[in-house]
């Protein structure tokens, strides 16, 4: 299914249904503020596996992302932040970063990868903060990559949907969405560590 939404002004109705689909087990294509994803409920184990079979990806490797409203939100998932990191996070967000911060026990299982981290996003973008906010709690994401040679992600959503309806609920079609990913900063470490250099511009 291809919904079209607002991306100043997300229609409330289109969100709920969005929101509803996701509770349920579903598995959507949304935009962000960096290139479009793939998401689900952070607590649907069964949601998960389908975006990890087809991304190709190893459960037990993958560093998947949540996508959460605030700052708030962010403390329900991650151990406690000092001082230096809290001020880098709200400096940075919302916006096009990835923080990679220390998992707290509440995060499920199998989000959680070797090393105990999650990869936190608050998009500077209606769409997924809407949607965050509809279903009361974070999705998980991971970027969407394209197997074009010339371009590494999707940048359009009717693309996206002629490739993917089969495999997904909902593609949503919030316009175009850029082709570079976020910047990825690892936070678990004595000092802030640019793991990958994206969209965003880090001041650390």
Request: charged share 25%; hydrophobic share 40%.
């Given at each position: 299914?291809?919904?079209?939404?607002?991306?100043?002004?997300?229609?409330?109705?289109?969100?709920?249904?969005?929101?509803?689909?996701?509770?349920?087990?579903?598995?959507?294509?949304?935009?962000?503020?960096?290139?479009?994803?793939?998401?689900?409920?952070?607590?649907?184990?069964?949601?998960?596996?389908?975006?990890?079979?087809?991304?190709?990806?190893?459960l037990?490797?993958?560093?998947?992302?949540?996508?959460?409203?605030?700052?708030?939100?962010?403390?329900?998932?991650?151990?406690?932040?000092?001082?230096?990191?809290?001020?880098?996070?709200?400096?940075?967000?919302?916006?096009?970063?990835?923080?990679?911060?220390k998992?707290?026990?509440?995060?499920?299982?199998?989000?959680?990868?070797?090393?105990?981290?999650?990869?936190?996003?608050?998009?500077n973008?209606?769409?997924?903060?809407?949607?965050?906010?509809?279903?009361?709690?974070?999705?998980?994401?991971?970027?969407?990559?394209?197997?074009?040679?010339?371009?590494?992600?999707?940048?359009?959503?009717?693309?996206?949907?002629d490739?993917?309806?089969?495999?997904?609920?909902?593609?949503?079609?919030?316009?175009?969405?850029?082709?570079?990913?976020?910047?990825?900063?690892?936070?678990?470490g004595?000092?802030?560590?640019?793991?990958?250099?994206?969209?965003?511009?880090?001041?650390?």
């Amino acid at each position: 299914m291809l919904v079209s939404v607002n991306p100043d002004n997300p229609d409330s109705r289109k969100i709920r249904q969005v929101a509803e689909i996701l509770a349920k087990d579903g598995v959507i294509i949304y935009p962000t503020d960096t290139v479009y994803a793939l998401g689900c409920d952070i607590h649907s184990a069964a949601a998960l596996e389908r975006i990890a079979r087809i991304r190709r990806l190893d459960l037990r490797d993958a560093l998947f992302s949540i996508i959460c409203a605030d700052l708030s939100q962010v403390s329900e998932y991650v151990l406690p932040l000092d001082n230096a990191v809290f001020r880098l996070l709200k400096k940075h967000l919302p916006g096009p970063f990835t923080f990679i911060l220390k998992a707290a026990g509440n995060v499920p299982k199998a989000l959680r990868n070797r090393k105990k981290t999650v990869g936190i996003r608050i998009p500077n973008h209606p769409i997924p903060l809407a949607i965050v906010a509809e279903l009361g709690r974070p999705i998980l994401t991971t970027s969407l990559k394209s197997e074009d040679e010339i371009l590494e992600y999707f940048v359009d959503a009717e693309d996206i949907h002629d490739d993917f309806r089969k495999m997904v609920d909902v593609v949503i079609d919030g316009g175009p969405c850029g082709n570079i990913p976020s910047t990825l900063v690892d936070c678990t470490g004595n000092e802030p560590e640019v793991i990958r250099m994206g969209a965003g511009q880090p001041d650390l």
